[in-house]
């Protein structure tokens, strides 16, 4: 039985619209399992689903006449004398895809599901090729509450932190360290052994590198970026300093600019700019650093736990919109601000002090709704726990 995700509620709605559906994200998050699930539920027998990392699926779709490509398609079981429903799993092995579905939406109003694991080459190939006729989805490793359905929890969430006791707490919580230790990709979720899960989080690791990295970035230093991706797991949560990272790498700024709009176009880390009010004497144009997944951090990084739990709120608000953080000179932050309106400040086991500031600057910042996120149980006001995201 395929497990329910949040994204697939969110595709359904367009499963009738004559759009291409595309789903995109880094490998191993549940792409593949998700067309999968979809092509299971459409209730007719005229549909095709072609897994594209294989190269004699390819050949299907590499002929330059499109009339051969629909004979393929024919030979394969398609009727384009009725709406034909086709899957094509990595879409980023083959170069004019794009083309092709537009021609098939065109004339013979064929609808697709796609995914693709590289989200700089899918919007940039598809934003003019695909206008108007085109749906894109990101899928990221599992929320919290999609883990607590992998793992058939029955734990049900209360809404505010004052509903929780110390006993439903401390219950919650070891899922919780489990989710934070191992992060959210499915295939380390449902691993049962600690030793099967972290080699599961090498294996991503290294499919990654030698897929993403050494075929689609076709970069002349692969140890470079490689080091690169060890150096930002280090420094999750932190400010990117270019400069330095380039010097200490001994690569260009412009080459390091190139390697990082890669490493986030391919979902590996997600950067988060300053929020701002326009005042200089604010930071606002330094990115902070986040990694796509604890796990991973925590297999090659070893951070302490303030530095994961950081992370794993950062995984959970992401789906939820927009994400700036706030810092001034003297050092007084806000972790995370949530689409303009929410300020999340991010601690361990926090202090009525850390409340006071937290209100002191989201009150400067016309920021009514704030929250400090807790790691340790609190009788703190306006205390939330990471689970509850």
Do not use: W
């Amino acid at each position: 039985m395929i497990k329910s995700r949040i994204i697939l509620r969110e595709i359904k709605k367009y499963i009738d619209a004559s759009e291409a559906i595309i789903v995109t994200g880094m490998r191993r998050t549940g792409k593949t399992t998700l067309l999968q699930g979809i092509y299971s539920e459409i209730q007719t027998k005229n549909k095709l689903f072609l897994d594209l990392e294989n190269p004699l699926n390819r050949k299907y779709l590499e002929e330059e006449n499109y009339d051969r490509i629909k004979a393929s398609l024919e030979f394969l079981g398609v009727d384009f004398t009725h709406r034909a429903f086709i899957f094509l799993d990595e879409i980023q092995f083959v170069r004019n895809l794009p083309s092709i579905v537009k021609y098939f939406i065109d004339h013979y109003k064929a609808k697709f599901f796609l995914t693709g694991s590289a989200s700089f080459y899918l919007k940039n190939l598809f934003t003019e090729s695909l206008a108007g006729r085109k749906y894109i989805f990101e899928i990221f490793p599992l929320t919290f509450r999609e883990f607590l359905v992998f793992k058939e929890s029955s734990f049900k969430m209360p809404d505010e932190a004052k509903h929780i006791t110390r006993t439903e707490f401390e219950s919650i919580s070891l899922l919780y360290d489990e989710y934070m230790t191992f992060g959210g990709f499915p295939g380390v979720v449902l691993k049962t052994s600690i030793d099967e899960k972290k080699k599961t989080l090498e294996d991503i690791f290294t499919s990654f590198f030698q897929l993403e990295i050494m075929q689609i970035g076709d970069f002349r230093k692969n140890n470079v970026i490689r080091d690169l991706m060890l150096l930002l797991m280090q420094r999750i949560g932190s400010k990117l300093d270019v400069q330095k990272i380039a010097s200490d790498l001994g690569i260009s700024r412009p080459t390091l600019n190139e390697y990082i709009a890669f490493l986030e176009g391919t979902y590996f880390i997600k950067s988060i700019k300053p929020f701002s009010m326009g005042k200089s004497s604010e930071l606002r144009k330094t990115p902070k650093v986040y990694l796509c997944d604890t796990g991973l951090a925590n297999h090659f990084a070893n951070l302490d736990t303030g530095r994961l739990f950081e992370n794993s709120v950062f995984q959970n608000l992401r789906l939820k919109g927009e994400l700036n953080y706030y810092q001034r000179k003297s050092g007084a932050e806000i972790d995370f601000i949530l689409n303009k309106k929410t300020a999340y400040e991010v601690k361990v086991n926090p202090r009525p002090s850390d409340l006071s500031a937290l209100k002191g600057l989201s009150t400067q910042l016309n920021i009514e709704d704030f929250k400090i996120v807790s790691k340790k149980f609190s009788e703190i006001e306006n205390i939330i726990y990471g689970f509850m995201l």
